[in-house]
Every structure is written in C-alpha cells, then in structure tokens.
Nanobody, 128 residues
Framework: QVVLEESGGGLVQPGGSLRLSCAAS????????LGWFRQAPGKEREGVSC?????????YYIDSVKGRFTISRDNAKNAMFLQMNSLKPEDTAVYYCATVVCGDDTMAVVATAVSQSWGQGTQVTVSS
C-alpha cells in the first residue's frame, strides 16, 4: 500500500502562516493530479485546492481560501505543498492530500495506485 504523508500543521494565531507538505516515499507522484482536502469538527470533508500533474498549474481553489492559499508541487522532490497565509479561525481543520480529478471549477478525489484511502492528515489550528 502506498501511503501519502501530510506534514507541516500546527498552532498559529489569526493572520499567521503555515506551509503544508504532502509526500510519498514508495512511488512517484509526477503523473497524477493532486489535491488538498480538509475536515473541521462537525463538518463534512471539503476540497480546498488541486494542481495539474504535468506543468504544476493550479486549477481550483475553494472560494473561502482564494487570495490566501497557494498550491504548488516539486516533482523532483516528489512532493506537493500548500502555502497558507492570513489564516483565520475557520481554517481550523485536519488537512489531507490525495490524487484527484482536477478542473478549472471543481475537484474530486479518485482512487489510484498511489492514493487508495485517506491518510492521517495534519492538524491545523488557528486560535488566539
């Protein structure tokens, strides 16, 4: 089983920044569209952002994070990142990465050889 590992979460004050990472040690991620999801307590999991496999072009951001979050990837490092700026308390959630089907206006998780189920995620807490 290939495991995607999220890291970089933590506790930050409102207005602060965090950079999340997603990596796989046992398989290449270069040929897959990738995305970030999050789930807050008492709420359903939602897609946050996704990025193209070939040229690393972002295709989607959920409205609530536009202008504050930036998705990127480095295929040489076999990793994907989410730079989160101007964080708000409502950004508090567990963040997950996965392979996705990605378009200009939407995203959806898809099971692949490198991502077959949800991992542990990384906790982001925004609080004073």
């Amino acid at each position: 089983q290939v495991v995607l590992e999220e890291s970089g979460g933590g506790l930050v004050q409102p207005g602060g920044s965090l950079r999340l990472s997603c990596a796989a040690s046992s398989a290449s991620l270069a040929y897959y569209d990738l995305g970030w999801f999050r789930q807050a307590p008492g709420k359903e999991r939602e897609g946050v952002s996704c990025i193209n496999n070939s040229n690393g072009t972002p295709y989607y951001y959920i409205d609530s994070v536009k202008g504050r979050f930036t998705i990127s990837r480095d295929n040489a490092k076999n990793a994907m990142f989410l730079q989160m700026n101007s964080l708000k308390p409502e950004d508090t959630a567990v963040y997950y990465c996965a392979t996705v089907v990605c378009g200009d206006d939407t995203m959806a998780v898809v099971a692949t050889a490198v991502s077959q189920s949800w991992g542990q995620g990384t906790q982001v807490t925004v609080s004073s």
